[in-house]
């Protein structure tokens, strides 16, 4: 490359006048930057020119600055604002944004919430309730448990007589009643299993009798007892034979023997 | 004193760089006058100057911060906005085509407001810068004709204008050169 021969090209002057196109624009600022020869000779070149233009200077009237400066002032103002009011449209973005998200985000936590609640409450009342009614059939087989284990008991015990009372009327042909008695120890259970429910009015009264004479044993009540139950009842010393009758509530003294529903000898 | 401002100090670049309005009405004080006379020198009325000074001025502020140094000097760069400002002012008021008689009595009919003492001397050192040569920087840089348009107009070869264009700038340099201080 020679300077020399570039400089005296002309085209620095060109340059200078802007009479170059974009790419010669380019290169020459490409080269004065490689080769200070250049750069000089187009810097005294320029400084020429805004010689020659100075010497034209006109001093301007005050009028002319402020009308710049304001300007300048308003620019900055217009730009001030545009950055405050980009910075609250983002704000607005985020403020309007924010609630929807939130709102969204709490409804639907309010909603998960109260699904997870409501199951765990439907949930929960559904074991209180299985616990519940297995507690209570727990407590009933329980129940049921010690009263067969009772009647157990008792059936299998070689003290107690089993003494079957037969039924007396047609009506009541089919009607038997099991009578346990413990001649040691006096107890006498009743099994109900096959005598029907009487009216609230009636009751149920058994007798001993001893000799031909009835001893009272107490009244009851099958409705009040289980199936799986012995109905407990007076001691008895001794009998000849035992038998029920249908009284009014509370028992009578002597028994009424047209209402004489079973009776059984020993 | 009217010496150009070629070199400015990197810290005042810097704060003209930073938006510094302080800085900026110094650089505006301080080039002001020969900003608005290349203004009128190409408007040639005062009106339009004043317009095209504000133009200016209001684009070399908002692009003051991506002005590079490296690329040419921070007056050069400032005459450069003047300039096209005030061509493209002048061919929006279709003002481009400008006759002959006007441009033999060009130099006369801007009025200097208030020239600097200084310049006087080189003033009348330029005077003697011959007319075709003055005639050439006025078309080529006041009213930003090509080189074409410039042969066309003044009806000279293209070779021929290329060469009065170096030989005016040769002459300005020697002329400047001298008086460097």
């Known amino acids: ?266 | 004193m009217y010496f150009l401002l070629i070199h400015i100090d990197s810290s005042e670049l810097f704060l003209l760089k930073s938006k510094d309005k302080k800085a900026f009405e110094r650089l505006y004080d301080s080039t002001c006058s020969m900003m608005y006379g290349l203004a009128l020198k190409i408007s040639k009325r005062k009106i339009l100057a004043e317009d095209i000074m504000h133009d200016s001025y209001v684009k070399i502020w908002k692009n003051i911060s991506n002005f590079d140094e490296e690329r040419s000097s921070l007056l050069t760069w400032m005459t450069q906005i003047v300039r096209n400002t005030a061509i493209d002012s002048l061919r929006n008021s279709n003002n481009k085509h400008i006759q002959s008689d006007d441009m033999i009595v060009y130099f006369k009919d801007v009025p200097v407001e208030n020239p600097k003492i200084d310049a006087i001397g080189l003033s009348e050192l330029v005077k003697n810068l011959k007319p075709e040569y003055q005639e050439v920087i006025n078309i080529l840089y006041y009213q930003g004709f090509t080189h074409q348009e410039a042969s066309e107009y003044l009806d000279i070869p293209l070779g021929t204008l290329k060469t009065r264009a170096r030989t005016a700038l040769s002459e300005l340099k020697l002329i400047f050169g001298k008086n460097e201080h």
């Not at chain 1, 020399?4 to 009479?19: A, R």
């Not at chain 1, 299998?156 to 009643?177: C, E, T």
């Open chain 1, 1 to 266: 490359m020679n300077i020399k021969e570039y400089i005296e090209s002309g085209i620095l002057e060109d340059y200078v006048f802007h009479n170059v196109s974009d790419q010669q624009r380019r290169e020459v600022e490409c080269m004065s930057k490689i080769y200070p020869e250049i750069r000089m000779e187009l810097e005294r070149m320029q400084s020429s020119l805004i010689k020659f233009i100075e010497l034209e200077s006109t001093s301007p009237s005050q009028e002319i600055k402020a009308r710049i400066f304001s300007s300048i002032q308003e620019d900055d103002y217009n730009k001030e604002s545009a950055r405050l009011n980009g910075e609250g449209a983002k704000n607005v973005i985020k403020l309007s944004n924010w609630p929807k998200y939130a709102v969204a985000a709490g409804l639907a936590l309010t909603f998960l919430t109260a699904f997870l609640y409501y199951s765990t409450v439907k949930q929960n009342n559904v074991l209180e309730n299985q616990i519940a009614q297995l507690n209570s059939e727990q407590k009933l087989l329980l129940d049921r448990d010690k009263k067969y284990s009772h009647k157990l008991g008792i059936l299998s015990d070689p003290d107690y007589k089993k003494i079957k009372l037969n039924g007396l009327s047609d009506k009541d042909s089919l009607a038997y009643v099991t009578l346990l008695w413990n001649p040691n120890n006096k107890s006498v259970f009743i099994d109900h299993t096959n005598l029907k429910n009487l009216p609230n009015t009636k009751q149920y009264q058994l007798w001993a009798l001893v000799s031909g004479t009835p001893y009272d044993m107490g009244v009851f009540d099958p409705i009040s007892y289980s199936s799986f139950e012995l109905i407990p009842m007076k001691n008895a010393d001794a009998a000849d034979a035992f038998a029920i009758t249908i009284e009014s509530r509370g028992g009578v003294e002597s028994p009424t023997l047209s209402e004489m529903v079973v009776m059984g000898k020993i």
